[in-house]
């Protein structure tokens, strides 16, 4: 959940590595540093500031045209400079910077101290330079040192080293936490993201799982043996940059249009009523044979796969739910031989949801990915799936890749319910819904004004209920996951149809309830939830479409309709909206939510 950056070149790595830290760090931010080689020793300075600290405090460092660096997300020891990487050996000749989790960590730090090493910090990671420190005291090159070292550890790694003794290389390593190589004119640049490559080269090369790989300027070796080519990514440096917006989640709330149109390109066949998913290369014959559809993802991801299961079950007929990965993977699950499970991950790297893929493997499932990074682990890991093309997202707080999710599982229910029972006049009218999409989400951002004015009542709350039921439900779940991450109030989601069996005793008149409507066979009983929250003093805003009287409601927010199937979709959009404004007024630090990095690479 850190961010990597390294360079070797001929030019002077200090600015390339403050600045490819400046673009990862919405991966983590408690606390930054550099190591850099010159003149046979090393120049390391790290800190628990942000990275526009860190610049000031390396100002006088230069000269040196090989170093690595790295922004953190505490997991072993708190944010303090000692626990900052990069990491020394006590000879400060070997520099790692780590992301993962050292599992054996205390083993080896209690065999390094009976050794007489000294360990300065509470990181895991520090054991790592001590380790390859001794490996290299024994000779060999540092790619044997980095490897007998990893020899004896147990977790996960996306490592990169740095031996003041050897300027001319660097060596990285990856097992579970991902690492990507960038390939310049005799220079070479590692990160754990695309973002800290795209403004130096579109040439890019994945370290695949257990590999390491021998950097050098002029090209780059890995453990595979294989000549591996590298692949051009679509990424621009623009694609990174604020353009004028106040934050990126602002800016990603604002691209939604433009990412649910690239999402749905090429996809739609309004004539035939269905959708055409390339990648999932699946025939009509292996669709029809699927019997139940589970999606697997953490957070916003599981949450989008609640609203995909529903729109399974609606459209095709087909039994479906969906599950936290970290739960599905620990509890032994049954494999269904017949089931289609779907890994949802917007960055392509989240820990628990890849190892729920390759549990998937090892037992016969049938696992496709949908995640929005192309060459990340989970999309390497999967035969096939379906790219969620909602563009490089940077806020912590997941929003157009949301959309983007709804949009594709919408687009699986079609094909779905196509090879079953979904008739063509009804596939017809979903792929016009489909397509009209894009422009229904601008008119719900056009009310951003208008849900602003709302934000000072959630500025004020200390609680919030977020309530709906069936299409509401997973609605109502990621409208309260965005409130809490963001602006710290505290926010609940319940069942409508719960709030009689225990929740009710919370409500009060300080306690507002944001109550979801779609205009569904179920909108008179949502309607009801309203009158039970009224009667005992609690304020209400209701999220309803257009048309849709809500009497008794404090406040209401309309959206367009897209149909009842597709309304969940437009419905999260005024609870981001309501989120952001509300965070805005009580002045947070929106894209970096306290405690909470972006992509979760670690347990």
Same mark, same amino acid.
């Given at each position: 959940?850190?961010?990597?950056?390294?360079?070797?070149?001929?030019?002077?790595?200090?600015?390339?590595?403050?600045?490819?830290?400046?673009?990862? @760090?919405?991966?983590?931010?408690?606390?930054?540093?550099?190591?850099?080689?010159?003149?046979?020793?090393?120049?390391?300075?790290?800190?628990?500031?942000?990275?526009?600290?860190?610049?000031?405090?390396?100002?006088?460092?230069?000269?040196?045209?090989?170093?690595?660096?790295?922004?953190?997300?505490?997991?072993?020891?708190?944010?303090?400079?000692?626990?900052?990487?990069?990491?020394?050996?006590?000879?400060?000749?070997?520099?790692?910077?780590?992301?993962?989790?050292?599992?054996?960590?205390?083993?080896?730090?209690?065999?390094?101290?009976?050794?007489?090493?000294?360990?300065?910090?509470?990181?895991?990671?520090?054991?790592?330079?001590?380790?390859?420190?001794?490996?290299?005291?024994?000779?060999?090159?540092?790619?044997?040192?980095?490897?007998?070292?990893?020899?004896?550890?147990?977790?996960?790694?996306?490592?990169?080293?740095?031996?003041?003794?050897? +300027?001319?290389?660097?060596?990285?390593?990856?097992?579970?936490?991902?690492?990507?190589?960038?390939?310049?004119?005799?220079?070479?640049?590692?990160?754990?993201?695309?973002?800290?490559?795209?403004?130096?080269?579109?040439?890019?090369?994945?370290?695949?799982?257990?590999?390491?790989?021998?950097?050098?300027?002029?090209?780059?070796?890995?453990?595979?043996?294989?000549?591996?080519?590298?692949? *051009?990514?679509?990424?621009?440096?623009?694609?990174? @940059?604020?353009?004028?917006?106040?934050?990126?989640?602002?800016? @990603?709330?604002?691209?939604? +249009?433009?990412?649910?149109?690239?999402?749905?390109?090429?996809?739609?066949?309004?004539?035939?009523?269905?959708?055409?998913?390339?990648?999932?290369?699946?025939?009509?014959?292996?669709?029809?044979?699927?019997?139940?559809?589970?999606?697997?993802?953490?957070?916003?991801?599981?949450?989008?796969?609640?609203?995909?299961?529903?729109?399974?079950?609606?459209?095709?007929?087909?039994?479906?739910?969906?599950?936290?990965?970290?739960?599905?993977?620990?509890?032994?699950?049954?494999?269904?031989?017949?089931?289609?499970?779907?890994?949802?991950?917007?960055?392509?790297?989240?820990?628990?949801?890849?190892?729920?893929?390759?549990?998937?493997?090892?037992?016969?499932?049938?696992?496709?990915?949908?995640?929005?990074?192309?060459?990340?682990?989970?999309?390497?890991?999967?035969?096939?799936?379906?790219?969620?093309?909602?563009?490089?997202?940077?806020?912590?707080?997941?929003?157009?890749?949301?959309?983007?999710?709804?949009?594709?599982?919408?687009?699986?229910?079609?094909?779905?319910?196509?090879?079953?029972?979904?008739?063509?006049?009804?596939?017809?009218?979903?792929?016009?819904?489909?397509?009209?999409? +894009?422009?229904?989400?601008?008119?719900?951002?056009?009310?951003?004004?208008?849900?602003?004015?709302?934000?000072?009542?959630?500025?004020?709350?200390?609680?919030?209920?977020?309530?709906?039921?069936?299409?509401?439900?997973?609605?109502?779940?990621?409208?309260?996951?965005?409130?809490?991450?963001?602006?710290?109030?505290?926010?609940?989601?319940?069942?409508?149809?719960?709030?009689?069996?225990?929740?009710?005793?919370?409500?009060?008149?300080?306690?507002?309830?944001? *109550?979801?409507?779609?205009?569904?066979?179920?909108?008179?009983?949502?309607?009801?939830?309203?009158?039970?929250?009224?009667?005992?003093?609690?304020?209400?805003?209701?999220?309803?479409?257009?048309?849709?009287?809500?009497?008794?409601?404090?406040?209401?927010?309309?959206?367009?309709?897209?149909?009842?199937?597709?309304?969940?979709?437009?419905?999260?959009?005024?609870?981001?909206?309501?989120?952001?404004?509300?965070?805005?007024?009580?002045?947070?630090?929106?894209?970096?939510?306290?405690?909470?990095?972006?992509?979760?690479?670690?347990?």
């Amino acid at each position: 959940m850190c961010g990597i950056v390294g360079y070797l070149g001929r030019r002077p790595a200090l600015p390339i590595l403050l600045e490819g830290l400046r673009r990862l @760090e919405y991966r983590g931010y408690d606390s930054a540093g550099v190591a850099l080689a010159r003149d046979g020793r090393l120049l390391v300075r790290k800190a628990a500031v942000r990275v526009a600290e860190l610049t000031r405090l390396t100002a006088n460092l230069a000269g040196s045209t090989t170093g690595i660096a790295h922004t953190r997300w505490a997991t072993h020891g708190p944010a303090t400079a000692t626990n900052a990487h990069p990491h020394t050996d006590a000879g400060r000749r070997i520099a790692v910077v780590h992301n993962g989790i050292i599992e054996n960590a205390t083993a080896l730090r209690t065999a390094l101290s009976a050794s007489g090493v000294r360990l300065v910090s509470d990181t895991d990671s520090e054991v790592l330079a001590h380790l390859i420190a001794a490996a290299a005291e024994r000779g060999g090159t540092l790619t044997e040192a980095v490897r007998a070292a990893l020899a004896d550890v147990e977790g996960t790694y996306g490592l990169l080293v740095l031996d003041a003794e050897r +300027p001319d290389v660097l060596v990285a390593a990856r097992h579970g936490s991902p690492l990507v190589l960038g390939l310049g004119d005799h220079e070479m640049f590692v990160a754990s993201d695309l973002a800290a490559l795209v403004r130096h080269t579109q040439q890019v090369v994945y370290l695949e799982d257990g590999e390491l790989a021998t950097i050098r300027a002029d090209g780059f070796e890995t453990s595979g043996g294989a000549d591996r080519q590298p692949t *051009v990514v679509e990424e621009v440096p623009g694609d990174y @940059e604020l353009g004028g917006y106040p934050d990126y989640m602002a800016k @990603e709330i604002a691209e939604q +249009p433009e990412a649910a149109q690239r999402v749905l390109r090429g996809r739609l066949d309004e004539r035939l009523g269905t959708a055409r998913l390339d990648g999932l290369r699946f025939t009509a014959r292996e669709l029809r044979g699927i019997r139940r559809v589970k999606f697997l993802g953490c957070g916003s991801a599981y949450y989008a796969g609640q609203v995909g299961a529903g729109l399974v079950e609606e459209l095709a007929r087909v039994p479906a739910d969906a599950e936290p990965a970290a739960e599905f993977r620990y509890r032994n699950p049954v494999v269904d031989p017949d089931c289609l499970y779907v890994a949802v991950s917007q960055s392509g790297e989240t820990a628990d949801t890849l190892a729920t893929v390759e549990e998937l493997q090892r037992k016969g499932g049938r696992v496709v990915g949908a995640v929005n990074v192309v060459g990340s682990a989970i999309a390497r890991e999967c035969d096939s799936g379906v790219f969620l093309h909602a563009g490089p997202e940077i806020s912590v707080a997941s929003t157009k890749a949301f959309t983007n999710m709804a949009v594709a599982f919408a687009l699986l229910a079609l094909t779905l319910g196509r090879v079953r029972d979904l008739s063509l006049a009804e596939g017809r009218r979903i792929a016009g819904a489909l397509a009209e999409l +894009p422009e229904r989400i601008g008119q719900v951002l056009a009310e951003s004004d208008r849900i602003a004015s709302l934000a000072g009542r959630f500025a004020d709350a200390e609680h919030v209920f977020f309530l709906g039921r069936v299409r509401g439900w997973p609605v109502a779940r990621e409208g309260a996951q965005k409130l809490k991450e963001i602006s710290y109030v505290h926010a609940e989601a319940y069942q409508a149809s719960e709030l009689k069996h225990g929740p009710l005793a919370l409500v009060d008149p300080a306690m507002p309830s944001v *109550v979801l409507i779609p205009d569904d066979e179920l909108a008179a009983k949502n309607l009801g939830t309203i009158e039970q929250v009224k009667a005992r003093g609690g304020p209400v805003v209701a999220v309803t479409t257009t048309g849709l009287a809500v009497p008794g409601a404090d406040e209401v927010v309309r959206i367009p309709s897209a149909g009842p199937e597709l309304d969940p979709v437009l419905l999260t959009i005024p609870l981001q909206l309501l989120a952001y404004h509300t965070a805005r007024k009580l002045g947070r630090d929106i894209d970096k939510p306290r405690n909470l990095a972006k992509s979760v690479t670690v347990e």
